[in-house]
């Protein structure tokens, strides 16, 4: 058993302190808890965490970041923001505690008991107590950017104010499991075209470096005349023996060239305009942010978010810029008075579709639903859109990997033939 010195506020607002002997911190809350108290602090005197664990008073738990230097211990104690699938599973816990009929308070208690990967208890734990200091739970959440971005908050904070916050965390625990779907059927058709690309170059190197050099010693020792393909693979070979120290140079400098650019305003637009025009891959980009841009809209305006915030929230969710600009520029132009439908139809960069649908929706007085259908449009559409793209990259990266090998195999074997016959003439 320790010991715990508490501060706690009675219902009336009045501050008290005292000692509680209990097993761990967890008990220390709920036995303030059955005295109906809000606990402000709880902890142990100075000394007595370390004479609990057997150490002495100053001494602590030694861990591997220690033995790093500060910028690489900052970098794997850092907090990571959360996945799509954790933030979903926290929401989904969150909901169901709430559902049950637990004050928030004692479910954001229980939160910090269940193993949530991706976000630790401590966020429960600070949720909890600046819930009990006062706050909302929107307000506690802000302090959390890193877990919580500016489209939970929101949410939460129309949750709060509608009195239906528990429908709003089920509707925000599917949003994010959606988008977590997407993301991994993403993801997933980029995985075996990758992998055949990288065991055709492994091929491509092994060939170069192994093989090649045993037949360039026979081919020398021979002196015959060799055909065009075998002497382009030589010298292709020699250039690389030679000079590769200047063909690593030209890659680093590119490489930096490139990141600059990227880095650049102006180079991040041209290279998100150049992703939803590319050929093949274009299509499923464009079908995967006017999803995303639509879900985050609809989920936002059925849960009481005003149109102004709204746009600006799936503004800063949104990683295309050339959108983000059309999202930006339809907003601005709503501030005037007009509807949605109009300055997104002006941008030239939404599909007729969604601007027809989204005036539709204004005319019926239902626009979050005429988003989410169009999200569910362009989500089924997205699944066809990827297995169309996996089944021609994978087609394609095959027949790219193949006439490669295959050159590769008739440098030499042409070769052989004209020495074996040189051979037979010769004899």
């Not at 977590?180 to 990288?198: G, R």
Request: charged residues 20%; positive net charge; proline residues 4%.
């Amino acid at each position: 058993m320790a010991q715990f010195n508490y501060k706690a506020r009675k219902r009336s607002g009045e501050v008290v302190t005292g000692i509680l002997e209990v097993a761990d911190r967890g008990a220390a809350l709920m036995q303030i808890e059955r005295l109906g108290l809000f606990p402000i602090a709880i902890e142990m005197p100075k000394g007595a965490g370390a004479a609990a664990s057997g150490q002495k008073p100053g001494a602590a738990s030694a861990s591997w970041t220690e033995f790093l230097p500060p910028s690489l211990r900052h970098y794997f104690q850092r907090q990571r923001k959360p996945k799509l699938q954790e933030l979903a599973t926290f929401t989904n816990q969150l909901a169901n505690l709430l559902k049950c009929g637990m004050p928030l308070t004692v479910a954001l208690n229980s939160m910090t008991h269940l193993e949530t990967k991706g976000i630790p208890s401590e966020v429960s734990r600070q949720l909890k107590q600046d819930v009990m200091e006062g706050k909302g739970l929107s307000e506690a959440m802000a302090k959390q950017k890193i877990i919580f971005s500016d489209l939970y908050i929101n949410m939460v904070r129309a949750g709060e104010q509608s009195g239906a916050l528990v429908d709003v965390l089920r509707r925000m625990g599917n949003h994010f499991e959606r988008f977590s779907e997407v993301q991994s059927k993403f993801t997933s058709a980029l995985i075996y075209p990758a992998f055949v690309c990288c065991v055709g170059i492994a091929i491509c190197i092994f060939f170069m470096t192994v093989i090649l050099p045993s037949f360039l010693r026979l081919f020398e020792g021979l002196h015959v005349p060799l055909p065009l393909a075998t002497r382009i693979l030589i010298g292709f070979n020699d250039f690389v023996k030679n000079w590769w120290w200047l063909v690593l140079l030209f890659l680093v400098l590119a490489s930096f060239v490139f990141s600059r650019f990227r880095a650049s305003e102006d180079g991040k637009a041209k290279i998100d305009q150049w992703k939803m025009s590319a050929p093949i891959v274009g299509k499923v980009v464009r079908l995967h942010l006017f999803g995303q841009f639509c879900r985050t809209l609809a989920t936002l305006l059925q849960n009481g978010v005003p149109v102004l915030k709204a746009l600006e929230i799936a503004e800063q969710i949104v990683p295309n810029r050339i959108i983000k600009q059309a999202i930006a520029t339809t907003r601005l132009e709503v501030t005037d008075g007009k509807t949605i439908a109009e300055p997104m139809a002006r941008s030239k960069v939404f599909p007729q579709l969604m601007v027809d649908l989204i005036k539709i929706g204004e005319e019926t007085g239902d626009v979050p639903g005429s988003l989410a259908n169009l999200a569910d449009t362009y989500e089924s559409e997205l699944n066809i859109g990827l297995r169309v793209m996996t089944n021609m990259i994978e087609p394609l990266i095959i027949c790219v990997m193949a006439l490669g090998v295959g050159f590769l195999l008739v440098a030499i074997l042409s070769a052989l033939f004209s020495i074996i016959s040189n051979i037979s003439v010769t004899g």
